[in-house]
Every structure is written in C-alpha cells, then in structure tokens.
C-alpha cells in the first residue's frame, strides 16, 4: 500500500489497538426509513465521539453529518435495488471515485453477493472498484452477502466470499460472524470486521457477539442495529467500545451500558 492508503486505513482501524467500532447506518440505502433511522442526523450526532468510523451513503453524509466533525468516512458507493425489488443482489456502483474524494473518504465500500444470480455482475462490480480506487490511495471495503442458494451463513461459504474478496484486491472485508470463525480468518490475508447483523434480543447477546469475533481473529466490528436501535444507543456504543479496544469481558461490559443508560 502507498502511504495515502495505509494512512486513511489506519484512521479506521486504530493503529494502538488494531482494533475498530464502525458505525453503520448506511441501511437506508436500500430499506428506506428504516426504524430509529428516520431521522438520521438525530440519531448519529450523539454516537460520533464513540465510533471509529461511520459508514453510510453521500446523501446522509451530506444532508445528517456535520462538516467540521472528525470522523473517518466509509461511503457506500453500491446499490440499485431497494427492499420491495425483486432481487437485492443485483446492485451496481452508484458513486463515482472522484465523488469519493470530493467528500474526503477514508474508504469506498461495496457489496458482494456470492451464490446469486448476480455473483458474477457484484464480482467484476469490486475489481472496477478497487482499479478506480487505487490512483486515489482510498481503501476499498468489500461486504460479503451470501446468497439463499448456498444455505445457512457457515464457515465454508463465509471463507469463501472473504478469501475471494481478498483475491479481487480489496483492502478489508466485512462479513457475517459464524462458528469456526477462526478459519475465516486463517484463510483471509486481509483485516476482517463482523457485521453486527439484524437486531439481537439482549444487549449481552451482542457484546458477546463481538466478543467472540475479536477474540477469533476480527479486527472489529461494523454494528448499527444493535447500537442506535437500542433503548439506550450511548450506553451501547459505549459497551461495544469497551469490549472491542480494551478486550473487557461482556458481563463487565454490560454493566458499563447499565451505567451510562
């Protein structure tokens, strides 16, 4: 890597503890107002100073995050296909790179959708990205998706999209937590941060989540429903801060969300 991109991949990825909290509340993108994101602005102001990073499209970016904040940026430039479509899969990039530089991203992000009919359309989708990419020095985040057709989200499929992702040039990917995560993670020569999926049933489901992720071999997690639809979204991101960058055990971790709520 040039300097420019080791650079902004380190503003994500906290060089102290080679660790991350993403903030995602890029949804939208496809859900439309999604719930506790209806108000964008009212829901990410208060989470800024505890996220590592935020990812999210350039319509939010602009129109919910102030200018004068210092927070890295992962803009979602894929998409095309909304919830009521009839296949999320079949997405495109919808941002530009020189859209990307304009607003001063630390990283592009794109999905991925291995196992559908749009495997090969999303595949080719990340290697023009990364190739725009590479003159800008801007890291390229590949999200892993795994299609209906190939079953459950396990180690065998989520290797493979990670690992294939790697191979296509990506600078990290993010993917879905699973048993034998470790073997995700052996076989994926580039940094790797869990999805923080739909929203669990308790908050100690989640800090165990990423738990279990970072101790695997995760450099961090990139949660947005198990944080800001929270009852108490602070307490939350603060727990998850907690257990990702100071390696605090989840019991422990919950009693900092109970203090802080």
Known sequence: MDWGMK???????????NRTVMLAVDHGYFLGPTNKL???RA?????????????????????SVDPGEDIPIVLRVSGGSSIIGKDLSNEAITTCMEEAAR???SAVAL???IGTDYEHQTLCNLSTLVDQAQPYGIPVLAVTAVGKELGKRDVRFLSLSCRIAAEL???????YYCDEFEKIVESCPIPIVIAGGPKLDTELDALEMAKDAVEKGAVGVDMG???????????MIKAVRAVVHQKMPPKKALQVFEQNK
Do not use: C
């Open 103 to 105: 607003l001063n991203v």
């Open 169 to 175: 040039g990506a600078s990290f990917v993010k993917t």
């Open 43 to 63: 829901t990410i102001e208060p989470l800024l100073p505890y996220a590592d990073a935020l990812m999210l499209t350039r319509g939010i970016l602009r129109t």
């Open 225 to 235: 429903r198990n944080i800001w639809q929270s009852p108490h979204p602070v307490a």
């Open 111 to 113: 999905s991925i959708f």
């Open 7 to 17: 650079n902004r991949l380190s503003r994500i990825i906290k060089t102290d503890t």
């Open 38 to 40: 209806e108000d964008a």
